[in-house]
Structures are given as structure tokens and as C-alpha cells.
């Protein structure tokens, strides 16, 4: 069964912003470093932004260092993706990701939870 939920995603004009939310269903992962990835087809999935599980530790991939911002809510064991000045080339499908590390992981490998991803269609 599906243990993260992803919503918020949608079509969104360049320069404009959009906010992903990533949910817990059926177990908890409030101790848990999360990640937002990103992925078109034919290509690999790529790593977007990742937070600690007390949110002290952010990173950032420089596509996205300035315009998106990490966050979470342990009271709501939920994690976001504000995301703005989107441009075209942010347009993927958005996955969140969940493992219970105390370093967040920039790489796929390093989390052992996923959900099904959102879409993010950025018009020009």
C-alpha cells in the first residue's frame, strides 16, 4: 500500500509558483529525512531537495538553490516543496521520498520509501 502521498502539482505558467505536499498514510515517518526528486521521461530521476528529520539540515540542488524551499511539518507528518519562479525546464514528475537516516541522501538510492509522484507541467 501507498506510505507517502504527494499533491499540489498542476500546470503552472513560467514564473510562477506551486506548492507540493507530501503526506504520511498508514505509518508514521516523523523521524524520517525526506526528499523531493524529479523525473522526465527517458531520463534519470533526479534529486531536487532533501531535509532532515528535525529540519535543521536542508540541501539543494543548484537548479533549483534560490527558487524552491524545503520544508516540514512533524506535527502533521507532512513535507513540502514551495516552488517558485518556475520555469519549463522544472516540469517533471515531483517524488517524495522517505528513509530513516540522519544525513539527508541527494542520491535515489538513499531512501527506502516512495510515492507514486505528482505532475508538474510548467507553460512557457
Known amino acids: 500500500h501507498v506510505q507517502l502521498v504527494e499533491s499540489g502539482g498542476g500546470l503552472v505558467q513560467a514564473g510562477g509558483s506551486l506548492r507540493l505536499s507530501c503526506a504520511a498514510s498508514?505509518?508514521?515517518?516523523?523521524?524520517?529525512?525526506k526528499a523531493w526528486f524529479r523525473q522526465v521521461p527517458g531520463k534519470e530521476r533526479e534529486f531536487v531537495a532533501a531535509i532532515n528529520w528535525i529540519g535543521a539540515i536542508t540541501y539543494y540542488a543548484d537548479s533549483v538553490e534560490g527558487r524552491f524551499t524545503i520544508s516540514r511539518d512533524n506535527a502533521k507528518d507532512t513535507a513540502y516543496l514551495q516552488m517558485d519562479s518556475l520555469k519549463p525546464e522544472d516540469t517533471a514528475v515531483y517524488y517524495c521520498?522517505?528513509?530513516?537516516?540522519?544525513?539527508?541522501?541527494?542520491?535515489?538510492?538513499?531512501?527506502?520509501?516512495w510515492g507514486r509522484g505528482t505532475q508538474v507541467t510548467v507553460s512557457s
Open positions: 521520498a522517505a528513509d530513516q537516516r540522519t544525513w539527508p541522501s541527494r542520491t535515489p538510492g538513499g531512501y527506502a520509501y
Open positions: 498508514g505509518r508514521t515517518f516523523i523521524t524520517y529525512a
